[in-house]
């Protein structure tokens, strides 16, 4: 799948789970859970030890069914790693123009982080498709129109503090997508083995971006 495909299915999903410092153990009941619910693009942050073989194992059972990326990924150095591992979209929470072209090499989407406009315009005359518009909740879903409004041709992904109140908003305002992280791969949930509620969490957040799809 090229990374122009790989957009397409981000938008076709308007959900990313982000899994972020979880167990290699618990990894592929998360992913069972999300799949469950409907979610199909997970991104394993580099944060979390032992992501490349977390990344690899998802590829190896999951990549007919779900989109597979990497977080937090700062360098080219870590994102070529995470792009081997079997990466398919690359994600960062600032703007490193040497990690966007090194997922050109590879034909893999990157998504970097960005949050003023100056960023935004840099990210698109580098090449990128879809920018992480981080972070999201601190600046509102106003935010995202704003800047959407003078550069209607940049797609935009929403992360940072999104939630089933306002991911609804985010998306009215522009985003295509939206990261989710403790609001739906939550930590205290997956360490009581509380599988069932990130299910119906992943359920309630993908109904709610259907359902816009259908009102659109």
């Known amino acids: 799948m090229r990374d122009y495909e790989v957009l397409n299915k981000i938008k076709e999903l308007g959900v990313c789970a982000i899994v972020r410092g979880t167990s290699s153990e618990s990894l592929f009941r998360i992913a069972d859970a999300l799949i469950e619910g409907g979610v199909g693009a997970i991104e394993v942050t580099f944060d979390t030890p032992g992501a490349p073989k977390m990344v690899e194992d998802l590829a190896k ?7 597979i990326g990497a977080g937090t990924v700062l360098d080219p150095e870590t994102a070529r790693i995470a792009i081997l591992s079997g990466a398919r979209f690359i994600l960062a929470p600032s703007l490193n123009i040497g990690m966007v072209r090194m997922c050109q090499r590879y034909s893999v989407l990157p998504v970097p982080g960005i949050l003023t406009p100056t960023e935004a315009v840099t990210a698109r005359e580098n090449g990128a498709q879809l920018v992480k518009v981080f972070p999201a909740g601190v600046m509102g879903p106003n935010y995202i129109k704003q800047i959407k409004s003078p550069l209607p041709q940049l797609e935009m992904m929403a992360v940072g503090a999104i939630n089933t109140e306002n991911f609804a908003d985010f998306i009215k305002a522009g985003a295509c997508s939206a990261g989710i992280g403790s609001d739906l791969v939550n930590k ?10 990130i299910t119906k969490r992943a359920k309630t957040f993908t109904s709610i971006f259907q359902e816009l799809k259908k009102s659109a």
């Not at 949930?189 to 599988?195: A, K, P, S, T």
């Open 61 to 67: 059972k999951y990549s007919s069914s779900i989109l």
């Open 188 to 197: 205290k949930l997956v360490e009581e083995g509380n599988f069932q509620e």
